[in-house]
């Protein structure tokens, strides 16, 4: 999703661009000391907020522009993560 974001948004010679990378690994990072592990519910349905409040936005950002277009890009993991949101709730 951070991909399809800074392909779209960002005027840069590589993909992701610096800001993105960097915002790809602290979402990486989260995901790795999650204490729900495999079971972890949709980030807007977890009851632990982990990402700081700047990166929380961007992330926001970036799923809101992606998420629409997945279906067209990756459609396998659209239909996955609505399946994963829906069996969290």
């Not at 991909?3 to 960002?10: D, G, I, Q, V, W």
């Not at 009851?47 to 936005?57: D, L, Q």
């Not at 998420?67 to 459609?75: A, D, I, N, Q, S």
């Amino acid at each position: 999703m951070i991909y399809l974001y800074c392909k779209a948004n960002h005027d840069s010679f590589t993909i992701p661009c610096y800001d993105c990378e960097e915002l790809t690994s602290y979402a990486f990072l989260k995901l790795d000391k999650c204490p729900y592990g495999n079971n972890k519910p949709a980030c807007s349905k977890c009851s632990i907020h982990c990402y700081e409040h700047n990166k929380r936005n961007k992330i926001k950002s970036v799923m809101r522009y992606a998420g629409p277009r997945m279906l067209y890009t990756h459609p396998a993991l659209a239909i996955k993560y609505l399946l994963t949101k829906i069996r969290f709730g």
